[in-house]
């Protein structure tokens, strides 16, 4: 029926928009730790042109020069291969980037780069040879090279080679109409697998999921064209690439770096990331929240505007504080949340980052604690009587001292202890998480720990009948020290506080005889194993005197047939009848063998050659004896 | 006689059986059933065997030639014969 089926898809689509009201915020960058040792894995000597290669073109994304620009420009002079297209890209490539570092091409290497642009050769190489081309500024025709790559991307579906080339693209001419190419960067994105909703990466691996975002925005700074990514694919884009903390190989370093390089300066996204100053907490002695706003590479953002919209407490959902901009204070925008002097607890910002219309992931949402200190006021310890005869005796201590003389619990009077918490900086009534009343034997080392709890007017009671707490003190009778625990996540000052010394007495004739001390830490006695006893078998006398009688029935059977007169005289000596009482014969000396030694395999296989003798003998003699009859 | 002959000795077949199988009831009962699955396979031997020997009988009895037509006498032991190789087989795999 449509009732209900409509009211189902509403309530999907309602979902949807709640998950999409969920901006993703990045859950991984290259924070400074990362960046060092992407940095230290690049900057390793390198063994031949393709290592240079990627340590220098690494670096340069990350924004780091080689260390010695001249002797690996040497390097690479010296390590190319001039008949490997390969080669020569990587040469060509470092050498752009190096500052100083120039070369002449001569004429055959040229004719060799140009010859591999054709449809002939594989998108890698088409990919290398324009590559190599453009990085030593020789001319290119581009339109040739762009019909050259179109065709062979037909032929080859790969993901490694879609992204070559769209690297490659970004060499060619802008008069090209690379509109082709620019389509794929919106199929490669339809390949990616969505992991958990919060990462995206290709099943080929990171490394090629970072070389897709480096190319991906070569390709669009090149044409102008904002790439055909969605915010959210860029987070988690960026949460896959830099959630790898460990770069196994030179090339996978090589691509991260580039991402990073690609992520932090491109024509159209360029993700923000917010990083509050140690742990979001504020107090009356560290009033001030203080954030940093970095790109991927944790790189300062400095020329922003930040601003909180909202902060809304979470126990209560009051909005605090709305439409504040932060103050930038050197490397830290900060703001004073204590100014408007907000109650202890968790609160939810609502921070928005400004300043370039490229930024993205640039709402976070941050948990903030506000903590305070906790003051205990009114403390009063009192015996009441359970007659109520007598007026309860009250006493009043102040924290942190302990009260004179000690108070008796017995079965005459009860013992009480009532209490406020305030903060101490507004004034207004607390109620942490943790209030307990720990009563510790002085003599036997027990202790029983209680949960005093507020009544309706915010005022702390407990009371200790002694009848009806027997249980959980065994019935331990003595003097018992009585502490008070106050202690929540937004205190700063968690009290343990020994309040007064209580003398508990039980009625006699509970009293435990000894006083054993449950020491869960001594060895336990130790387990015997039981191994398996055999079953009980009977004497061999009986089960040898049930053997012969169980035979006997047999020789019973034979009197009883020579008695009858069975007659052997019909026995005719034709082949079909021995070989038919042979082959009996041996079935059942298989029969014997069978529980002896074999397995039912091979006794199929006996049996059915010896039954197919028998068979076909005992037929030719049944048959004989039918027709005799 | 020539027939009843044949009964007869077929009868005192199935009364040996019939002992063996008692016999070895009596001892589980008596003594204990371990190892149980000998005497399973010892008992159900009998069982079979005097079930498959009076099958036989109703099948060879020539007072019961009307209802089976298609079967001689020939036919009915070879049957018999085949019946009891299958038992057995599975009698010694389950004997122990």
């Known amino acids: ?629 | 006689g020539g027939t009843a002959g044949r009964l007869k000795a077929l009868d005192a077949f199935l009364l040996y059986v019939l002992l063996t199988g008692a016999l070895q009831f009596g001892y589980c009962l008596g003594v204990g059933t371990f190892p149980f699955n000998s005497f399973l396979s010892g008992f159900i031997s009998a069982v079979g065997s005097f079930i498959l020997g009076v099958c036989l009988r109703i099948q060879i009895n020539p007072q019961n030639k009307g209802e089976f037509q298609g079967i001689s006498p020939e036919r009915a032991f070879a049957d018999f014969l085949f019946a009891n190789t299958i038992l057995h087989l599975v009698v010694i795999n389950f004997v122990g």
């Open chain 1, 1 to 629: 029926s449509a009732g209900p089926r409509l009211r189902l898809e509403a309530a999907l689509g309602f979902l949807l928009v709640l998950a999409g009201a969920q901006a993703l915020v990045p859950s991984h960058r290259l924070a400074a730790g990362d960046l060092a040792r992407l940095r230290a894995v690049l900057e390793r000597p390198f063994p031949d042109v393709r290592a240079a290669y990627h340590s220098i073109v690494g670096l340069s994304s990350l924004g780091v020069r080689v260390a010695d620009e001249k002797a690996a420009c040497k390097f690479i002079k010296s390590h190319v291969d001039s008949s490997s297209v390969e080669s020569l890209f990587y040469a060509a490539q470092s050498m752009q980037v190096l500052s100083g570092c120039e070369v002449t091409i001569s004429n055959e290497t040229r004719e060799l780069l140009l010859a591999a642009v054709s449809e002939d050769s594989s998108v890698s190489q088409i990919f290398h040879a324009v590559g190599a081309l453009s990085g030593f500024g020789l001319p290119l025709a581009s339109q040739e090279a762009l019909s050259a790559l179109t065709a062979r991307l037909s032929k080859e579906e790969s993901v490694l080679g879609t992204i070559q080339a769209l690297e490659t693209a970004s060499y060619l001419s802008q008069q090209a109409d690379l509109s082709s190419i620019v389509e794929e960067i919106e199929d490669l994105v339809a390949r990616l697998d969505d992991l958990g909703g919060v990462y995206l990466q290709f099943e080929e691996g990171i490394e090629t999921t970072a070389l897709f975002v480096a190319a991906a925005y070569k390709l669009s700074d090149h044409v102008g064209t904002e790439p055909a990514i969605k915010e959210d694919q860029v987070i988690q884009l960026m949460n896959a690439i830099f959630s790898k903390k460990n770069f196994e190989t030179l090339s996978e370093a090589f691509s991260i770096a580039r991402a990073a390089g690609s992520l932090s300066q491109n024509r159209f996204h360029l993700p923000v990331v917010v990083v509050p100053e140690g742990p979001a907490a504020v107090s009356h002695h560290q009033p001030v929240l203080r954030l940093q706003v970095t790109n991927v590479m944790s790189q300062l953002l400095t020329q922003v505007s930040v601003k909180l919209d909202q902060a809304k407490s979470v126990s209560s959902k009051a909005t605090v504080l709305q439409q504040l901009p932060f103050t930038l204070s050197g490397d830290f925008f900060e703001l004073n949340f204590m100014n408007v002097k907000p109650a202890s607890g968790y609160y939810d910002f609502s921070i928005s980052v400004d300043g370039d219309k490229r930024f993205i992931a640039n709402k976070v949402e941050l948990k903030v604690k506000v903590s305070t200190e906790v003051g205990i006021t009114n403390v009063d310890l009192s015996t009441v009587d359970k007659d109520q005869s007598i007026a309860p005796k009250t006493t009043r201590v102040a924290y942190p001292a302990k009260a004179k003389g000690s108070f008796t619990a017995d079965s005459h009077q009860n013992f009480a202890l009532s209490f406020q918490l305030i903060d101490v900086n507004s004034g207004a009534e607390l109620i942490p998480h943790q209030t307990f009343v720990r009563l510790h034997n002085q003599k036997t080392g027990q202790e029983v720990v209680f949960v005093a709890e507020p009544d309706s007017k915010n005022v702390y009671k407990f009371e200790l009948d002694t009848s009806e707490r027997k249980t959980e003190f065994d019935s331990a009778s003595g003097t018992y020290t009585l502490y008070l625990i106050i202690g929540d996540a937004t205190l700063e000052n968690p009290i343990l506080w020994n309040v007064a010394d209580v003398v508990i007495t039980f009625p006699e004739e509970d009293a435990p005889s000894t006083v054993q001390s449950k020491n869960l830490f001594v060895p336990k006695p130790e387990i015997q194993h039981l191994f398996r006893e055999p079953e009980k078998r009977p004497p061999t006398v009986v089960s040898n005197t049930f053997t012969a009688l169980v035979l006997s029935p047999l020789l019973l059977l034979l009197i009883l047939w020579i008695k009858i007169g069975a007659n052997i005289s019909n026995f005719s000596f034709a082949p079909s009848t021995i070989v038919f009482h042979m082959g009996h014969a041996a079935m059942l000396g298989l029969m014997y063998v069978y529980w002896t030694q074999l397995n039912m395999f091979q006794t199929l296989k006996y049996l059915a050659i010896l039954g197919g003798i028998t068979f076909l003998a005992g037929n030719r003699m049944l048959a004989q004896k039918a027709v005799k009859r």
